[in-house]
Structures are given as structure tokens and as C-alpha cells.
């Protein structure tokens, strides 16, 4: 996770602010397809290389070029990395949003706009600095049709001169973002860039009282976002067969991979690649493969969001009862079909939990921060194949595809642990096996890999219906010896699964539950209660499904438990409620949103003081 | 002193296996059922090749079809999967281990209906695999339904006319990139033993359907899938011997008799003309000639097609020669420098 050590916010008044430093959000509106892209993490980059706390979100339309797109950026000396809901420095480039962007600011924020868009008109409690790009852009690119794209490195010009971000920063985080292989680019750039801020540097009055500061907050650490996290840690996981249909969020995580694989896991000896990767025809046959990969011996994965799990449903239940070992990465976003694919949502807490017909359930891993995907993930693949079956491994979409701000990660330590699988020697001790037999206690049996060079090796594959030796059965004692078992199986994970973050303060009469993405609003909740409403707070954040004990005795030790949610029906409650006695349940209090942005520590501020009664 | 009997010596393959060692568990299905047939061709000919039942994995979907590789191959390792996904897991678990050879056993229903977009991208990838549609035209484990590959005008048990075209699965694989495409009939033991011993020599996708009545359900007057049906209506193509690599070829055959095909394990498939000149090379004359057949309401049976060139999925993907399921953890997790490298990269 991420190690911020941040001391908690002083109480904000900004009337009293003449200076506010190193503590903001930017909010950067364009239209897609316009190249802002660059501009946007070249801006981000220069406040982390100044050593300032800093995140970067990307809110864009599912489209390919022409809709509106909002990029914000927060710098926080506190090291708040979550979204900020309230927009302190607005750069306003699209004609469509300008005037709702404009006037859903709150009094006092600073609006760096197209000056053809004569936004000032609109309000007079706000700061505004209007820039003719068009006329600013010809002058540094000679060439017409690259305008469009570099017109937006203008306003990193003009954005640094108000803001005091240093323009040697700028330029390295260019040089950063275009290698230095492609100097042309970079020089391009930069000359936009410079013409923006000796633009603001001659013509425009800062009247605004937000600027940056260099920090020490940033050394050592990585900028990544969490799908590429999640494929490194699939990667030193040791994974060998990977399958996939595209669909966002997921897409890059599996690109990513492709790019670090191909870099790194093809043999220096023969040049062969070391895994497969497979774009399927769809998510049936994806986790068909992946099941089929892990069946076969291998260390197999997919990824995936909402709509595929639903198309996975089948064969994940298969997975379930024929004990096979995958993973499957689902980056959450919002609906089936056309519904709001480019948000983020933690909607799929409770299909990913018992996906299937029958009885099945699944561990599920939630990952908060970059360092998490690293690790959960690796943690992911030991844990499939110890205890057979599929994992789940839920990220969202702001985790997946933004970039955060992380410690660099740590190499595994532990050697690689294939669970139990029996080969030709052990049979031959043995003097044969039966799969799914209990004979460790702990409802996981041994198998054996196809090729397995032995009489007694093979054994046949089915769904539900089949005894300890693999045979087909329909005898009801034979499917409740079986049934039982995987119960105790699950049961035995619980001990097993990563156990969560538990931040008791011997104070607090409430306490905080969440999971994921959730995370950084809530810490920064906790903080404001506390500053703002002398509220005291504890706060355990789950990172597995099934629940550790920890939980319930988390629960039993406050008065009030806020279960925090990214959807509307409070799924991650609703798991709660299926497994714990009506005097905890008594004590649970949900906290929802499920509007589609990354939750922010206002929203969840407003709701307990609400709740609460203050 | 009484007379001692010498049993006589037990009949073993080159690997020095019985043909008991190629079975598998007692059939469920119905007695007289096609698809029986295709299983007892299945034991003789991985016998008689002898194919190690430790390197076989067999897979299916879901129907009568599907539940028949229990009663073959009880050494090799099986796996029953869901309805119309088994190429699915065949892909995954054979490019897991690329050792091992797939033999796939699905139904009608399994491949033209549910699973034909599975079936098709099977296809397309030309995946190594020996993929064997046990082809009624009737959904049997459901009592009787037309499937997709049941013939226009054919009647159910209960006369109703099917009143929809079927796909010709053959048709399907040879358009869009099966590199052994056959068909047989479960009755015609000699063919589709050569044809399984084919597609066993065979590297790449081997498409083989079979039409195998189902007695139960689809046996009758009005089925064209029926016994009796395939007596008058099969049109067979061409003789045809399968000499295996470990034998000698030791007789000639004067040109323009025969075609001799070599394939990918050395063996050779020598393929003799019967009434007409049939190239099993030529993509566009098995198409064509599948289009006449259908026109005459005749069913065409032997080799279609065979592509020993075509690179298969395996190749394409340069996947390492040892199965990756047990690669070593010195190959499939890079070095801390390699760790090291990505963060100096993120920085």
C-alpha cells in the first residue's frame, strides 16, 4: 500500500487563505481525440517531480475523438491522493462544457480559458486569466494540422507560470513522456509550452492565491496506474497462459502485460516465448482457455469487467467444482452494454462472490493502490493454485487505468509454491490417488497434470457430480460428501486469505469499512471528522473476501460500523449480512455512491455527519 | 502328469501395450448407438499406432457425444466441459502443454449451434487438435430436438419437418482454415479408422465429422441421419490406406491410382480413386464438391481436405518446446534487475 506518512489537514477557512500551496486540484476540460493526453501527465509529472503529493484522473466519454474529457490533477503536502470534489484551478478548452464547468466553481477558483470563450462574463467572485491559443499556437507550429495537438501544451505553459511549477520540471517530464528518442517531439512541445508561459508572464495579473512549493514527498517513488501494476504482479507471478477479450477497463492491463512479456519472459536461450497470450473471441472462450490453462498445469489468467463476468458465469462455477486453478482480474466500471463504461464503480462485489449456478463461492482480492495490484496479484496465482480454484481479483477503473503515485515495488521473497500437484514418483510411492479426497484436512486434494507419465495419473474432469475418485455420481451422499468438503474449503481460506488493514483508535465510538479504491476518501474522512467535527474514527480495510475474523470482531467493538460502498445497493454490506448474527448486522451503517466518479472524502464526510446527527 | 497349456502370448502394440490399455470405462449409451462405434475406431487406432495414453488429453462439451471419452483412453487425462466450449479449454490446456496430443469429441448441437462460434475460431486459429463431431442431426440427452446440421425436410420421430437448412460443418472448417477436413459415417469401420489414423499423424486442426445415428431418437423413416439413410445416400470418395511411419511402404502404386500424401509424424496417407478424380489439395474443388453432393442428396464421406503446410497456432505463438505448465521458476519469473529495471522506467 501506499506509505504516505501524511499529518492530517489543518481545518480550512479560506477567507483567512492569502496563499494556499502545494494543496488543490486542477481541472483540465477538453474535448477527446485532442491530444490533451500529453499536456495533462506532463503537468501531473512536474508538481511529483517537485516533490509535491500528487494524482491524476482521467474522467473521458466512451468514445474515440469529439466528446468532452476532464483530466484533474491534486496536489496535496498531505499527502491526500484521492479525488478532491471541489475544483480550485480550472483550464477551460472546450466550448461545450465551458459555461457548467465555469459555474459549478465555488467562489474564489482560478479559470485559465480559451479566451474566444469569454467565460469572464459569466461570474465576478472568480479569478480569470483568458489566452488566445489560436493566435499563440501558429507562431510555434509552423505545421497546421499538428496545432490542434500541441495548442494544449500552451496552457502547461501558462499553468506553470501561474502556479510557480518550475519549467525545467516541465521540460524533463516531456523528455519523460516522448523518450529521448524523439527529440522532435519534445521540441515541438516545449516551444508551446514556453510561448504559454511568456504569455502569462507579460500579459496576465495572478490574483488568484494558489501556487506550488518544492517538496521531499515524491523521491524514490513510481508513477503507474493499477492495470499495469496488476500485470507486473501477474508477470513475477510467474504466469504462463493468458487469455482476454478487450473490453474497458480491463484492455490495458492485458496490453501492458503483452509489452513487459514480450520485453522480458521470451528464453535467452532459444528466443521462445515463455507463456501464451491469447485474444479470444470472447469472454466464454477466455475463461474457457484460462480454466483450460490451469486445468493443464499452468499459471493462468483473464481480465476482464462486469459484462465479461457475467459471460464467464458458467465455466467459473465449472472451475469452482472441478477445483481448477485461475485468475481473473475484473477492473470494475458501470453497467452492461453502452452503461457509462468509462466510469468507475465497485458494482460487482456480489456476482463475482457466488457466480454460478449451484452453490459455488469465490475468494475475491481487492487491491487499493498500485503497490496492492503488485502484490495481491502475485498473492492471487500462489493462492489459486493452493487452494484449486478460481480467484478473482477486483480493481476498478480508477485504479486500473489512472495513474497514481506509488513506492517502488518490492521483489518477491517467497519461491513460487505450485500447490498440490502429484507426479510419477509420488504415485508410484503413493501407489495412486484419489482427487478430490480430503487428506489433509483442509478440503483441497491433490491432482495430477495431464502428461503425467503413470498408470494412476489420469483421472476425468467433470462438473458437480462426481465422488472423491473423480467418477461421475449422481448418489446424494456422494454430492453432499462433496458439497461439504468445498464448504470447509472455503471455510479454511478464511485463515488464509491477505488479511486486512485495522486502524483502531481506542477513541472511536464509530468505525469505517471499505474496500479498494474506497480508501482514500475514507482516510481522508477520518481526518476531516476529526478536524472538522471532533468526530473519532477506527478504519479496517478489507483486502479479501472471505472475511477474517478481524471483521467481526472489528464490528463488535464499535458502536456504529459505516460500510463503505462504490454502488447503490451496498454490495459489500450485503455480504455482510449473509454471514454474521443479527446483533452485529444491528451495527452496520452503509455509505453509498455510485454516481461514477472516484469516491471523493467530502461525499463520505457529508454522509456520517448526516448519519451521525451533527 | 497333466497337460500344461501355454496361453498363447497376449497381442501387444510397439509400446508393448494391450489394446485392453487403450479402453475406458463401460459405455452408458444406447446399445446400437453411432457414437460407439466411433469410440471402439478411437481404441483400435491409438493402439494400433501406439500413441503413448499418457501424452493423449481428450475433451469435451456437453451431450451424448461428449460423455464418450470416459468410455476410450482410460490412461489419458479427461476433460467433460461445458455445452459448446470445449475447443475453449482444449486451447488453453494444449498450449499449457504442447506435448500433448488433443483429441476433442463433441456433438452436433455442441458445434452448430451453441459452440459454432467457438468451432469457428478453433478453426481459424488451426489450433493441433483432433476434433470429432459425432453427428446425429438430433439433440439426444434432451429427447430429441433438430439440431443445426439436421438436413431440410427431415423428420423428427414425431413427424414434424425440419424446415431450416443445415450447416455442413466440413464445409465450415474448410473455408475458414482446418488443415485436415474429413467426413465418415460410424458404420464404415475401414475409412474412419483411416481417417483417425490420419488425423492422429496430422499436425494441426483435424476437423472429422462423423455421422453417427442415433438409434433412439433420429433411426427412422424421414431422418436423413439414420442407418438407413447412409446405406443409400453415402457417396464415397476414394479408398483409402494409412501406412504409419514405423512401417515400410512396400507396395507401388502406378501413377494417377492414388495420391500419396506424407505426413507431419512420417506416415503416409495414400488415397485411391474410385469413380472420380478428386484432389484432397484443392480447397475450392472440396467445396465444390460438397455443393454437388448436397444437390443430390447424396452424402460425401473420406478426406476432403489436407494442408500439411499451414503453420498451426502453437507455431504462430513461438511458444517455448517444453510444456509451460512446468516450466521452472528461473523461467517464468525475470530477476529482481528485471523488477528494478520497470521501476527505474515508472520513476
Redesign the interface.
Known amino acids: 500500500m501506499s506509505t504516505l506518512e501524511v499529518s492530517p489537514a489543518e481545518p480550512v477557512s479560506r477567507e483567512a487563505i492569502h496563499s494556499v500551496v502545494n494543496d488543490f486540484s486542477i481541472q483540465v476540460a477538453t474535448v477527446n481525440g485532442s491530444g490533451s493526453q500529453t499536456a495533462n501527465t506532463v503537468l501531473m509529472r512536474s508538481l511529483f517531480q517537485m516533490g509535491i503529493p500528487v494524482s491524476g484522473k482521467n474522467m473521458f466519454p466512451s468514445n474515440i475523438a469529439g466528446l468532452p474529457t476532464w483530466f484533474t490533477i491534486r496536489a496535496s503536502k498531505h499527502g491526500y491522493i484521492g479525488r478532491r470534489k471541489e475544483i480550485d484551478f480550472l483550464v477551460a478548452m472546450n466550448l461545450e462544457t465551458a459555461r457548467e464547468d465555469v459555474m459549478k466553481l465555488d467562489a474564489g477558483a482560478a479559470v485559465v480559458y480559451d479566451e474566444p470563450l469569454k467565460l469572464s462574463e459569466l461570474r465576478n467572485d472568480l479569478h480569470f486569466y483568458p489566452v488566445p491559443f489560436d493566435k499563440l499556437v501558429g507562431p510555434v507550429c509552423p505545421e497546421a494540422k499538428l496545432r490542434k495537438l500541441v495548442r494544449n501544451m500552451i496552457y502547461d505553459g501558462v499553468v506553470a507560470q501561474l502556479l510557480d511549477i518550475d519549467m525545467t520540471e516541465v521540460r524533463k517530464a516531456l523528455v519523460k513522456q516522448f523518450g529521448k528518442k524523439k527529440a522532435k517531439a519534445v521540441d515541438l512541445n516545449w516551444g508551446a509550452a514556453q510561448a504559454g508561459y511568456d504569455f502569462a508572464s507579460a500579459n496576465l495579473k495572478k490574483s488568484d492565491p494558489f501556487r506550488v512549493e518544492r517538496m521531499n514527498a515524491t523521491a524514490g517513488k513510481i508513477i503507474i496506474d493499477g492495470n499495469s501494476a496488476c500485470a507486473l504482479g501477474a508477470m513475477f507471478a510467474g504466469v504462463t497462459v493468458v487469455t482476454w477479450y478487450p473490453i474497458t477497463p480491463s484492455s490495458s492491463l492485458v496490453e501492458s502485460l503483452i509489452g513487459y512479456m514480450r520485453r522480458f519472459r521470451l528464453d535467452p536461450e532459444t528466443g521462445k516465448a515463455t507463456y501464451a497470450i491469447v485474444q479470444a473471441e470472447d469472454e466464454l472462450a477466455s475463461i474457457g482457455m484460462a480454466l483450460g490453462g490451469g486445468w493443464a498445469g499452468a499459471r493462468s489468467m483473464t481480465a476482464t469487467a462486469g459484462p465479461g463476468i457475467s459471460l464467464m458465469s458458467e465455466f467459473i462455477g465449472l472451475g469452482y467444482y472441478a477445483e481448477i486453478p485461475t485468475v481473473v482480474f475484473d477492473v470494475e466500471r458501470v453497467g452492461p452494454s453502452t452503461g457509462l463504461p468509462t466510469r468507475t464503480q465497485q458494482g460487482d462485489l456480489l456476482p463475482p462472490a457466488f457466480l454460478s449456478p449451484g452453490d459455488p463461492q469465490h475468494p475475491l482480492f481487492f487491491p487499493c493502490s498500485p503497490e496492492e495490484c503488485f502484490t495481491l496479484s502475485m498473492e492471487a496465482f500462489e493462492f489459486a493454485e493452493k487452494f484449486q480454484t478460481p480467484v478473482f481479483v477486483m480493481t476498478d477503473l480508477d485504479l486500473g487505468m489512472n495513474n497514481w503515485m506509488a513506492d517502488p515495488f518490492t521483489y518477491p521473497t517467497k519461491p513460487i509454491n505450485r500447490g498440490k500437484v502429484l507426479d510419477a514418483e509420488d504415485l508410484q510411492k503413493l501407489g495412486g490417488f484419489a482427487r478430490y479426497k480430503d487428506v489433509d484436512g483442509d478440503g483441497v486434494g491433490y491432482r495430477t497434470l495431464p502428461g503425467t507419465h503413470h498408470e494412476k495419473a489420469a483421472y476425468f474432469t467433470r462438473g458437480s457430480g462426481h465422488n472423491d475418485k473423480a467418477q461421475y455420481t449422481e448418489r446424494e451422499d456422494d454430492y453432499i460428501n462433496n458439497m461439504d468438503r468445498l464448504a470447509h474449503k472455503f471455510e479454511v481460506m478464511r485463515s488464509h486469505v491477505p488479511e486486512p488493514v485495522v486502524n483502531i483508535n481506542g477513541k472511536a465510538k464509530i468505525g469505517f469499512v471499505a474496500i479498494g479504491t474506497s480508501d482514500y476518501a475514507v482516510r481522508e474522512s477520518v481526518d476531516q471528522l476529526k478536524s472538522e467535527y471532533d468526530i473519532e474514527a477506527s478504519y479496517l480495510r478489507l483486502k479479501a473476501y472471505p472475511f477474517t475474523p478481524h471483521l467481526a470482531e472489528f464490528i463488535r467493538s464499535h458502536d456504529r460500523v459505516y460500510v463503505v460502498d462504490q454502488n447503490r445497493d451496498a454490495q459489500l454490506l450485503g455480504l455482510m449480512r449473509l454471514e454474521y448474527p443479527v446483533e452485529l448486522l444491528a451495527k452496520l451503517r452503509s455509505v453509498r455512491y455510485y454516481g461514477g466518479l472516484p469516491l471523493d472524502a467530502r461525499t463520505v464526510t457529508d454522509e456520517i455527519v448526516k448519519q451521525e446527527g451533527k | 502328469m497333466s497337460a500344461t497349456v501355454t496361453p498363447p502370448p497376449k497381442k501387444v502394440n510397439r509400446l508393448g501395450l494391450e489394446v485392453l490399455n487403450y479402453k475406458g470405462s463401460r459405455t452408458t449409451l444406447c446399445a446400437g448407438c453411432g457414437h460407439n462405434a466411433i469410440s471402439e475406431r478411437i481404441v483400435e487406432c491409438f493402439y494400433e499406432l501406439g500413441v ?4 493423449v ?1 481428450k475433451f469435451s462439451g456437453i451431450g451424448c457425444s461428449s460423455k464418450s ?2 468410455y476410450f483412453l ?9 455445452h459448446g ?1 470445449m ?11 504442447r ?2 496430443m488433443g483429441l476433442g469429441v463433441t456433438g452436433d448441437g455442441d458445434t452448430a449451434s451453441i459452440g459454432i ?2 468451432f469457428m ?1 478453433l478453426v481459424r486459429r488451426n489450433m493441433p487438435l483432433i476434433y470429432i463431431i459425432e453427428n446425429n442431426g438430433v439433440y439426444g440427452l434432451t429427447k430429441g430436438q433438430f439440431s443445426a446440421t439436421a438436413d431440410l425436410g427431415s423428420t423428427l420421430k414425431t413427424g414434424t419437418p425440419n424446415d431450416l437448412p443445415p450447416f455442413d460443418c466440413c464445409a465450415l472448417a474448410l473455408k475458414w482454415g482446418a488443415t485436415f477436413v474429413a467426413r465418415s459415417f460410424s458404420g464404415d469401420k475401414r475409412q474412419l479408422q483411416a481417417i483417425l489414423k490420419t488425423a492422429i499423424a496430422h499436425n494441426g486442426l483435424s476437423v472429422i465429422d462423423v455421422i453417427s445415428p442415433c438409434v433412439t431418437f433420429n433411426d427412422h423413416v424421414g431422418s436423413t441421419k439414420s442407418y438407413g439413410y447412409m446405406k443409400e445416400h453415402e457417396a464415397v470418395l476414394h479408398e483409402l490406406d494409412f501406412v504409419p511411419f514405423f512401417e515400410d511402404i512396400s507396395v507401388d502404386i502406378p501413377e494417377g491410382e492414388a495420391t500419396d500424401v506424407q505426413l507431419h509424424d512420417g506416415s503416409h496417407l495414400r488415397i485411391r480413386k474410385l469413380h472420380r478424380d478428386y484432389n484432397p489439395k484443392d480447397k475450392f474443388g472440396a467445396l465444390a464438391a460438397l455443393e454437388s453432393a448436397e444437390s443430390k442428396g447424396e452424402v460425401l464421406t473420406g478426406v476432403l481436405y489436407v494442408d500439411t503446410e499451414k503453420p498451426t497456432f ?1 507455431e504462430l ?5 517444453q ?5 521452472p ?1 528461473s ?4 530477476s ?1 534487475a ?2 528494478e529495471q ?2 527505474e522506467e ?2
Open positions: 503413448d495414453p499418457f501424452t488429453a471419452p470416459a482410460g490412461l489419458a487425462h479427461g476433460f467433460n466441459g461445458v466450449r475447443p475453449a479449454i482444449a486451447t488453453g490446456a494444449l498450449l499449457a502443454n506435448t500433448m462460434g467457438q475460431h502453437t505463438l513461438n511458444l517455448a518446446d510444456p509451460l505448465a512446468t516450466l521458476e523461467k517464468i519469473r525475470p529482481a528485471v523488477l520497470a521501476m515508472l520513476r
